[in-house]
T-cell receptor
């Protein structure tokens, strides 16, 4: 079974600075997808960024980028130019690429605080 | 607007009662999912459905039931057999098979409290 570990329960960053959230995962599969979801105080889960394991290039979405290290099974999220609206819980998630195993496996989350 | 709606936003239940949580989507997605979120934990999969009239148990299906009679709707019933039902429940949908790259999108959630 796959597992996802987020070792930082809480992080804080000054507004306009850069912060990196860590995520590691364990799998025996070679093809899969990794996601970062954001959960603001409204509690709705919002997709931040997605990475396909077969792609070597790290995904980027505006101020959000990932550092995907497949051999190390590491998938960190970097937020540049942090804004007050980035304050939220951030969840890393894994999904198999194989049919019949489409569920998302989530980490326990990292609470990000933005300091004005 | 396309999206996923869940109702009600807050739900209170007395012990021994069954309650049904609603999830509707107008994204024309084939696949739908129910997750449970407890404090300090990530989401855990309860049930999922890849197509109408078909659904599979997830990791924590005991005490829950679902139906998928329409593509747009995937209601979740929390039965009296569920020992600790107080939690936040999230519904999600995705395009589904055979699109293996599909992403799950979430509704706003329902907070269930057992009194």
């Amino acid at each position: 079974a796959q597992t996802v570990t987020q070792s930082q329960p809480e992080m804080s960053v000054q507004e306009a600075e850069t912060v990196t959230l860590s995520c590691t995962y364990d799998t025996s599969e070679s093809d899969y997808y990794l996601f970062w979801y954001k959960q603001p105080p409204s509690r709705q889960m919002i997709l931040v960024i997605r990475q396909e394991a077969y792609k070597q290039q790290n995904a980027t979405e505006n101020r959000f980028s990932v550092n995907f290290q497949k051999a190390a099974k590491s998938f960190s999220l970097k937020i540049s130019d942090s804004q007050l609206g980035d304050a939220a819980m951030y969840f890393c998630a894994y999904r198999s690429a194989y049919t019949g195993n489409e569920k998302l496996t989530f980490g326990t989350g990292t609470r990000l605080t933005i300091i004005p | 607007d396309g999206g996923i709606t869940q109702s009600p936003k807050y739900l209170f239940r007395k012990e021994g009662q069954n309650v049904t949580l609603s999830c509707e989507q107008n994204l024309n997605h084939d696949a739908m999912y129910w997750y449970r979120q407890d404090p300090g934990q990530g989401l855990r999969l309860i049930y999922y459905s890849q197509i109408v009239n078909d659904f599979q148990k997830g990791d924590i299906a005991e005490g829950y039931s679902v139906s998928r009679e329409k593509k747009e709707s995937f209601p979740l019933t929390v039965t009296s057999a569920q020992k600790n039902p107080t939690a936040f429940y999230l519904c999600a949908s995705s395009i589904g098979r055979p699109v293996l790259t599909d992403t799950q999108y979430f509704g706003p959630g329902t907070r269930l409290t057992v009194l």
